[in-house]
């Protein structure tokens, strides 16, 4: 066996409150997909930030072929060799894909005073093809879809040449199509000599990839082990700390009366004659590839993006939604794939955003907040939903993925949504706290709640759903009921096919 190329040894990290890391291990060989396990809060991306210079470590050290270093900034680990692509996305919206692979490493004209946006262009076209990704490298980031943004994610730092390459979460978003071909580009990089240390919650994907396996539990070390010789089961177990014997909790209410019922929705080319109900205490799965209309159909009901016709029902009741805020007051709540952009204040505390949407419950008669009624309602809703936080004072970006997921359920709760809609709820979430996702989900069904789950992992919608909405092109291509639904038949309907 080789030497390591890299050793992470007693790295210690504190943040306000929170012990992030208590003497953290990693050691990653050339040439290995070495993959770094655990729940949300298990310190993972806080490990390899200070890898990659965001943070510096409190104590431990790195050594880096055969030497100890230390990394002060992320640009210092780029040029020793050491590149991340990160779950939350680091590319400048408004430059081009080429601009923003090669940012700060540009080619000049002769007169190095203008870059050379041909060679540019040039170069990141070599690079896109690596990964066989079809993408014009003139195209604004802005424009493109968060698949595409992914993966420009990838090509931006396998162009660095890397020794060592962290992936943090790469496939979250990422069609079936283009995780093999990003597979395709991890088994090219393994044979060049190239360690790569891949952090994942799909851990079914891990067989088609990983050499070795290191877990952490609450900033600790737990074990390294090589993983054909371990089994999912046995990972879990490490993890958690206790056997998780189904992931999806059974579902036993059923469905009452029509809450929402959605009638002949359009909206350009994107949305063609949608049209579906969803029951009191239902959950309605909504599968479909990327690009096929899921979010679009959930932003559309929620007044988020304009249509062109159709009619919302809830209860019987036409709606007249224009914008989130007339489905919010109606009882709509959608919780939002992409949580960090759109559903968190992250620099508010927990407390301030659980309330965001209902201060008016909170008023006095003389127009002032009560912060006790604020402090009261979002300290239940923290206990009945189990968020881990040191205090509702906590600011929320400090919180596990899993948790600040919690923390946009307590806020769709604080005003006692009638329909919630789910958009990827799972999406960055570890495999306990995804239980706790689904065990909420079906809490909320038997209070009564509405739920639409849109997710593009087909055991999720299987596993969760009492029927299953398959979108195709902006149209549902058909319905499936929970006894009858299969990974086949989705993703027959899914491609088109009857």
């Known amino acids: 066996m080789s030497e390591p190329i890299l050793i992470m040894k007693d790295i210690d990290k504190s943040f306000p409150g929170v012990k992030a890391l208590d003497k953290a291990y990693i050691d990653v060989l050339p040439g290995e997909v070495h993959a770094l396990l655990g729940e949300n809060g298990a310190g993972k991306s806080t490990f390899v930030k200070i890898l990659t210079g965001v943070y510096q470590p409190d104590g431990g050290k790195i050594i880096y072929k055969g030497k ?16 991340i692509i990160f779950q939350e996305f680091n590319l400048f919206p408004h430059l081009t894909v080429a601009q923003n692979i090669f940012i700060n490493r540009e080619p000049k004209t002769k ?80 044979a060049s000599g190239v360690g790569i240390i891949y952090i994942s919650h799909r851990l079914e994907e891990l067989k088609h990839i990983a050499d070795r396996v290191t877990v952490m539990r609450d900033g600790h070390y737990i074990k390294t082990v090589n993983y054909r010789d371990t089994t999912i089961p046995e990972l879990v177990k490490m993890m958690v700390g206790r056997p998780i014997t189904e992931i999806y909790p059974k579902r036993t209410h059923k469905p009452g009366k029509v809450m929402l019922e959605v009638k002949n929705l359009n909206q350009g080319k994107r949305l ?3 049209s579906f109900n969803v029951r009191e205490g239902e959950v309605l799965g909504v599968a479909g590839l990327v690009g096929a209309g899921r979010t679009e159909m959930a932003r559309a009901i929620f007044g988020a993006d304009p249509i062109d016709s159709g009619e919302i029902y809830l209860e019987g009741k036409k709606l007249k939604i224009t914008s989130p805020h007339d489905a919010i007051e109606k009882g709509i709540g959608y919780l939002t794939e992409d949580r960090k952009r759109n559903g968190l204040a992250l620099g508010l505390n927990v407390k301030d955003n659980i309330v965001l949407s209902s201060l008016e419950y909170f008023v006095t008669h003389l127009g002032f907040l009560n912060d006790k009624k ?58 306990g706290a995804k239980r706790e996702i689904y065990e909420l989900i079906n809490k909320l069904t038997e209070e009564g709640v509405a739920v639409i789950m849109i997710s593009s ?35 027959m309907l899914a491609t088109g096919n009857k």
């Open 272 to 274: 063609k004659n949608i």
């Open 111 to 190: 007169t190095r005073i203008l870059l050379d946006e041909k060679k540019i262009n040039k170069m990141a076209k070599e690079q896109l093809g690596i990964i066989h990704l079809d993408i014009d490298p003139q195209r604004k980031v802005s424009s493109l879809s968060v698949a595409e943004q992914q993966m420009v994610e990838i090509v931006k730092a396998i162009s660095f040449k890397s020794e060592i390459l962290v992936m943090d979460e790469p496939t979250a978003a990422l069609t079936e199509a283009e995780i093999e071909d990003l597979f395709a580009v991890i088994k090219q990089l393994k």
């Open 457 to 491: 992992e087909l055991p999720e919608i299987i596993g969760m759903s009492d029927r299953v909405l398959v979108m195709h092109e902006g149209t549902i291509a058909g319905e499936i009921s929970r006894e009858e639904a299969t990974e086949e038949k989705i993703l």
């Open 68 to 83: 100890e270093i230390t990394i002060p900034d992320p640009l210092s680990a780029q040029k020793l060799g050491i590149s």
């Open 374 to 431: 604020i402090t009261e309602r979002s300290g239940e809703l923290v206990e009945l939903l189990r968020i881990k936080t040191p205090s509702l004072e906590q600011k929320t970006k400090f919180l596990s993925g899993g948790n600040q997921q919690k923390v946009i359920v307590a806020k769709w709760l604080c005003r006692n949504s009638k329909v919630l809609i789910f958009d990827e709820p799972t999406r960055g979430i570890d495999v």
